[in-house]
């Protein structure tokens, strides 16, 4: 099990993809890691005897559930928020490619293999595209990888680009040396269109940064870097685990051999600041929801998410 680190912890109020605003507590933060083994939960309760001076509670990222929990709920003195609960999905990456590709329908497989023939074409015969672990190989990568994350809708929408920073590269470094550290671009032609970025803990890769260029959206970039980064795991067997962390998709579900109930789990100490905080968020993710919905039923959800990852 991972320490609680303290920090100050966003509650992000957006509408779909769109971050209005933010408003932070802070909290001691800790994450359950799929080796850690943790037994499913069925009432999350506050940690005894471990707040910390200033800290206004705990949030627990992927916290296995043995059933899903209400959204809100008093705990003793403290709120139990679960704002996100998700199948956690995760590879196995020990079961060999050959069983991987069996875990997929004939159907979807084909699909798969389509698309990168496809690219393979749009390429001119070979797909281009590079892995990086060395300390030496990550100068271009960051280069290379940080301009197209600022045309992604991950960074412009998301807040959810690959970081800029000198700490987040330094720390990349440090990780490159250890040789705990994947990352992946694929090009078209010199531009490089789609990214990956895969620290390691303990045999277990991450999910942590990923991006596509959206202009080559009709080309399945994203879909067709996370196959030949998962192919080239497999023939590594170097790692027991690929992680897509936090939160689901059909990409993550798609991809995935593995699946548990998870939650998102804040413990907060009840207070009128507090609960404004908590009840305000939620109300925003229900209309984020419902509104949704809404244009899902309208047949405009599509449309919409397309016309914002253009946005700038």
């Known amino acids: 099990m991972s320490h609680w680190q303290f920090l100050p912890v966003p509650f992000k109020f957006q509408l779909s993809d769109l971050t209005l605003f933010s408003v932070s507590l802070p909290l001691q933060v800790r994450a359950e890691r799929l080796l850690d083994d943790t ?3 069925r009432v999350p309760m506050p940690p005894v005897g471990e707040l910390l001076a200033g800290s206004q509670g705990f949030v627990i990222h992927a916290l296995p559930l043995a059933e899903p929990s209400p959204p809100v709920r008093r705990a003793g003195n403290y709120l139990c928020y679960v704002p996100q609960q998700y199948e956690h999905c995760y590879i196995d990456l020990g079961i060999g490619f050959e069983r991987y590709q069996g875990k997929f329908s004939a159907k979807t497989r084909a699909t798969i293999l389509r698309k990168v023939r496809k690219y393979a074409e749009h390429c001119g015969g070979a797909i281009a595209w590079q892995t990086f672990r060395t300390p030496d190989e990550l100068a271009r990568f960051f280069r ?3 301009t197209l994350s600022k045309t992604t809708y991950q960074e412009r929408l998301l807040d959810a680009g690959l970081p800029d920073s000198d700490k ?3 720390q990349a470094l440090v990780l490159a040396g250890q040789d705990r550290l994947r990352a992946y671009l694929l090009y078209s032609g010199e531009r490089p269109v789609a990214y990956l ?3 390691v803990e303990d045999e277990v890769l991450s999910y942590a940064y ?3 260029d959206p202009a080559y959206i009709h080309l ?3 879909t067709v870097l996370q196959w030949l980064a998962i192919e080239q795991l497999f023939g590594e067997a170097r790692f027991r685990y690929f992680d897509f962390t936090e939160g689901q998709s059909e990409h993550k579900r798609l991809f995935a051999t593995d699946r548990r109930l998870c939650g998102k789990v804040f413990l907060v100490k009840r207070s009128l600041r ?3 905080v908590i009840h305000c968020h939620r109300m925003m993710n229900r209309l984020s929801s419902w509104l949704g919905a809404a244009m899902a039923r309208l047949g405009l ?3 919409v998410k397309r016309v914002l990852r253009f946005v700038r």
């Open 168 to 170: 987040f590269r330094q």
């Open 197 to 199: 970025f895969c620290p």
């Open 144 to 146: 290379l990888a940080g």
């Open 274 to 276: 507090n609960c404004a």
């Open 210 to 212: 990923v991006g596509y």
């Open 220 to 222: 399945s970039v994203g």
């Open 301 to 303: 959800k599509a449309r």
């Open 39 to 41: 037994a499913p939960v």
